[in-house]
């Protein structure tokens, strides 16, 4: 009985190895059709992404455009006449100081002057 118990232990233990490997190798396949699958997805997808970027640069094509324009009856020239409107000076200085309190900024002005740093920041770096 001793050589029974023993024969039981090696059969368990390699039973077990046994249905660890058939289930990695389940795993495997498994995981292998489910990244073949998804694959064949990306494919199609890559596809309808070329033939979709294809219509739109068809579409976007200036021959395209003028058919279009021609459709439409579209008149897209210069205008015969150019009117010129002239905007008055703005002083801040002339303005009363009764709703605005000297030395306050408002908000158009503090985004201007934010804005300004900005730029001239972003002139500085790239101008070296």
């Known amino acids: 009985m001793k ?32 990244i073949d699958a998804k694959n064949k997805v990306h494919t ?8 979709l970027k294809y219509d739109v640069d068809q579409l976007k094509a200036p ?8 459709v ?14 002239k905007v008055p000076f703005y002083r801040e200085a002339s303005l009363p100081l009764g709703g605005r309190q000297a030395g306050v900024k ?4 503090q985004m201007m002057g934010f804005l300004g740093k900005w730029i001239d920041v972003a002139q500085a770096k790239t101008e070296s």
């Open 72 to 85: 439409m009856k579209l008149d897209l020239t210069l205008p015969d006449d150019i009117q010129v409107v």
């Open 3 to 34: 050589g029974s118990g023993k024969i039981i232990v090696v059969s368990a233990v390699v039973a077990t190895f046994l249905i660890l490997y058939v289930h990695t190798q389940i795993s495997l396949f498994r995981v292998s059709y489910q």
């Open 106 to 109: 408002s908000f158009s002005e």
């Open 44 to 51: 199609r997808k890559i596809e309808e992404y070329r033939f």
């Open 63 to 70: 021959k395209a455009l003028e058919e279009k324009m021609k």
